[in-house]
Every structure is written in C-alpha cells, then in structure tokens.
C-alpha cells in the first residue's frame, strides 16, 4: 500500500481541530463586538440623563440668582418644569467683603447644585440684608 492510495481514502473537510480553533475565533470576535455595543448603549444611557438633568440644574441656578433666599432652603424643586427631579443645595460662605464708600457688607457664596449624581457650581454675591 503506497502512500497515495492513504491519503485518496481520506474525506476532504475540516479537522476537529480546525473547527475548534474557528469556534474560537467567532466567539472571540463576537464577544468583542458585544461588548462594544454594550458600552455604547451605557453611553447613551448616561448621555440622555445627563441632557435631561442639566436644564434642571440650570434652572435652579437661574432661581438662585434670582431671589438668593431659596439657596438657604437647601432643597429646591421646581414647580414649572414638569417631573423635574429635586435639586439638593449647598451654600458655603467663602469671604466677606465691603463695598467701597458704604457700611453695607456684601458676601461671597459657593452654590453647589446637585441632582442624581450631576453638579453645577457657581458663585453668587448675597447682600447680608438678602441672606439671613
């Protein structure tokens, strides 16, 4: 028996271990590209929150600068904006400052907005009259 007349009995196809090693490759690609869908929807996720929170903060800034006494409140929800979530404030006095030519004491505030895990900090000048 020559060699020839083996390998001519022999069915043409893959090997087990071909298979195998294909088998392998698919899943690993296919992991990978589920695994990018995957973080890109969680992006998206935490884009559209994001763009749904940030007019809120924004709003309650707008407030605040508006009539200073609501930053004592510390909470502040805001009846105009439809579900809009409650806004959690903080107000920090930074330094106290006197105003050229006048007894009139002026105080600089940090405001530090917070709502479902967003921030928004600014500053704010409160007449002491405004904030007490």
């Not at 090997?15 to 695994?35: K, R, Y």
């Not at 929170?53 to 009539?67: G, Y």
């Not at 530090?112 to 007490?132: D, N, T, W, Y």
Request: contains cysteine; glycine residues 8%.
């Amino acid at each position: 028996m020559s060699l020839s007349s083996l390998f001519q009995g022999r069915a043409k196809g893959f090997t087990l271990l071909e298979v195998m090693v294909g088998l392998i490759v698919g899943t690993i690609v296919a992991g990978g590209v589920m695994g990018l869908i995957s973080v890109s929807l969680q992006y998206k996720q935490r884009l559209k929150e994001k763009s749904r929170i940030q007019p809120v903060l924004e709003a309650v800034a707008q407030a605040i600068l508006a009539d200073p006494r609501q930053a004592a409140e510390g909470n502040l929800n805001l009846s105009a904006l439809k579900d809009a979530p409650p806004v959690d404030i903080s107000v920090v006095r930074v330094a106290e400052r006197q105003q050229s030519g006048s007894n009139r004491m002026d105080q600089l505030y940090r405001v530090l907005l917070a709502c479902k895990g967003q921030m928004l900090e600014f500053s704010v000048i409160i007449p002491r009259s405004e904030f007490q």
